[in-house]
């Protein structure tokens, strides 16, 4: 069986309240063997903490989300801290910046995406980065708060090749999800032929962004077979391949064994 590993997933979502167990059960029968939960608020760390402590293959990733950033409390940071010790705890993320939705203003998304670069330094995890509309900002912070010493994922990778260089000089693996599937996404799939094997990552961030031939419809981290399958289209390489060499570099990416 194909083994794969969904590195970005938000299954604690309650789009999934009303058949959870079973969207978890269907991604371990697609062969689904690891994935990253992802809690990036105040309401969802604890949910994605409960998730990572009731199954043995599902870790988590911990931080607050540029979206959510104006909410960000004095002891918030303190507490990503704490939860980091945590042995299920992989990552902080998801974190970055972005200027699609104006819930929080770019500066005080700018200074908590600093913050928590500064913190995964200290605490010595990697980060897991959203970037939308906002490339430049996202790689010059990352640079000037010197990122490349934890490195990290970039999270469903939408930029340039340009963009993606800069990121793998970083010690970043590129993650792609449901829209390189979409059959217009050519630049996503070009980006994609050109990153390095050893850095190449797959995820579904369900519940969103579903691959093709379910776009729009609610995702579940059972489609990751279907973002894996195009790798492997694009890449000339089997599925099977494609979950090896993904699996192998996020275990590695996150310091799992
Ligand atoms: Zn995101
Ligand atoms: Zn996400």
Redesign the pocket.
Known sequence: MTLLFDT?THLDSPKFDEDRDEIIQRAKDAGVHMLVN?G?NRETIPTTMALAEQYDFIYAAVGW?PVDSIDMLPGDLEWIERLCSHKKVVAIG?I?L?YHWDTSPKEVQQLVFREQIRLARKVGKPI?I???DAHEDVVRILQEENAAEIGGVM??FSGSWETAKQCLEMNFYISFGGPVTFQNARVPKEVLKRVPLDRLLIET?AP?LAPHPFRGKRNESSYVSLVAETAAELLGKSVEEIGAITTENGKKCFGID
């Open positions: 970005h992802i990036f989300h998801e970055g972005d897991v959203h970037n939308r999270h469903c961030d969103y």
